[in-house]
């Protein structure tokens, strides 16, 4: 039963709106310049770690719309404002957001380092890489890389598939661009 406090208001729709797009936004500024990059006439390696960091950049963001949809406090007005906008963006439970590994990594990033400067001391650990998965053996541990060919990010030896996850934020991303230009409501003309 909802009680009428723990609703979402159409004058609050825009709140929500403009949360999302600044998240949204933010992430299709870092893809822009990835593909600015990957569209250069050859590839430079002095622009590895610009990639690396706009790759995390898009998960941390990624990591900030998932708890939209589903909250770390999932109760009260959290859950159904959680409910609200899964059903206004038609999110399922499968959706590749939903990741709690990528939230995790995110959200507690300093003791992922600590765990995984722990686990790794022996070993090929490397600080970054950026080329294809063709070239990197399975006794390899990478601390951040990008597969050019797999289009996977790769942080304390968790893969991230790019694709699909950009795919995903570029659906939400046109329905919150929609929802924008008719006045910032949620229901579309």
């Given at each position: 039963m909802k009680n009428s406090e723990f609703e979402i208001h159409p004058f609050n729709e825009a709140f929500y709106i403009q949360a999302l797009l600044t998240k949204t936004r933010s992430i299709f500024n870092d893809v822009e310049l990835l593909n600015e990059i990957f569209e250069s006439k050859y590839y430079d390696c002095q622009n590895d770690d610009?990639?690396?960091?706009?790759?995390?950049?898009?998960?941390?963001n990624a990591a900030g719309i998932s708890?939209?949809?589903?909250?770390?406090?999932n109760t009260g007005y959290y859950k159904i404002r959680a409910e609200k906008l899964r059903e206004?963006?038609?999110?399922?439970?499968s959706s590749i957001l939903k990741n709690r590994h990528m939230r995790n990594l995110i959200e507690h990033f300093d003791e992922k380092l600590?765990?995984?400067?722990?686990?790794?001391?022996?070993?090929?650990?490397?600080?970054?890489?950026?080329?294809?998965?063709?070239?990197?053996?399975?006794?390899?541990?990478?601390f951040r890389a990008y597969f050019l060919d797999k289009h996977i990010f790769k942080m304390f030896n968790v893969e991230y598939p790019m694709e699909p996850i950009i795919e995903e934020l570029n659906r939400i991303h046109e329905i919150l661009l929609r929802q924008q230009e008719n006045g910032d409501r949620f229901q579309l003309e």
């Open positions: 610009l990639i690396l960091d706009l790759c995390q950049n898009i998960i941390l708890r939209f949809f589903w909250p770390p406090k206004v963006y038609h999110i399922s439970n600590d765990d995984f400067l722990k686990e790794f001391i022996r070993g090929i650990v490397m600080p970054k890489y950026v080329g294809p998965i063709t070239y990197v053996d399975d006794q390899r541990t990478f």
